[in-house]
């Protein structure tokens, strides 16, 4: 059973530009959700992302997009990048969308997001 | 509005002796609480979690203990050993609704001296 991969590992980008990040969920689960974590901060509730659609968003700007594809795999998108976008983006699979024990959050390493 | 709060950004303990991390809630909404453990360049790991229902989960060396009415919970790692050191979050789980995300703490740096 292979657990929450997420790519690129590092990535640089300037103002301006665009990004996508890329998550592979934990086998079995069919849920995805994104956090990102600014420096000596915890982890921010960006979107989740169930049976590939979005099924709840946090305090983020539109130009936060995401995508989840059949295989339960999903993409984070920021346009129009912004200085304080730099962070570390997390993203987390559970087997479904309901809380409690049976839907515990499991996460990948992260991308390390760096905007100049 | 910090809804989940770990005050104490640092903590160092000796091995074998008890490690007691410290989270406080103000929502009294939240229903499922946990503990994740991170290490650098690493992601969140799952360590122990417990419903709201219960005030206390053991799970061999950690248990956590949930205090609703003051909205409070607490982790204890005994004995406590060097490879614990790492920065633990609390997290409290809410209904958003449709959708449970989670909301952490800023996290403690606990550090286990050999």
């Known amino acids: 059973e292979t657990g929450v991969t997420q790519s690129p590992t590092h990535l640089i980008k300037t103002r301006g530009q665009q990004v996508t990040l890329r998550c592979s969920s934990q086998?079995?689960?069919?849920?995805v959700s994104w956090y990102q974590q600014a420096l000596g901060q915890g982890p921010q509730f960006i979107f989740q992302y169930y049976r590939e659609e979005e099924n709840g968003r946090g305090n983020f700007p539109p130009r936060f997009s995401g995508l989840q594809f059949p295989n339960y795999s999903s993409e984070l998108n920021v346009n129009a990048l912004e200085l304080d976008d730099s962070a570390l983006y997390l993203c987390?699979?559970?087997?479904?969308?309901?809380?409690?024990?049976?839907?515990?959050?499991?996460f990948g390493a992260g991308t390390r997001l760096s905007v100049l | 509005d910090q809804q989940v709060k770990q005050n104490s950004p640092s903590l160092s303990v000796q091995e074998g002796r008890i490690s007691i991390l410290n989270c406080d809630y103000t929502?009294?909404?939240?229903?499922?609480f946990l503990w994740y453990k991170k290490y650098p360049a690493e992601g969140p790991t799952f360590l122990i979690s417990?419903?709201?229902?219960?005030d206390k989960n053991e799970d061999g060396r950690f248990t956590v203990f949930l205090n609703k009415s003051a909205k409070h919970l607490s982790l204890h790692i005994v004995p406590s050993q060097p490879g614990d050191s790492a920065v633990y979050f609390c997290?409290?789980?809410?209904?958003?609704?449709?959708?449970?995300?989670?909301?952490f703490g800023t996290g403690t740096r606990l550090k286990v001296l050999a």
């Open positions: 997290a409290a789980s809410v209904d958003f609704p449709g959708t449970y995300k989670y909301i």
């Open positions: 086998s079995g689960h069919n849920t």
């Open positions: 417990i419903s709201s229902i219960k």
């Open positions: 987390a699979s559970s087997l479904a969308s309901g809380g409690g024990a049976k839907n515990i959050q499991y």
């Open positions: 929502n009294s909404m939240f229903d499922y």
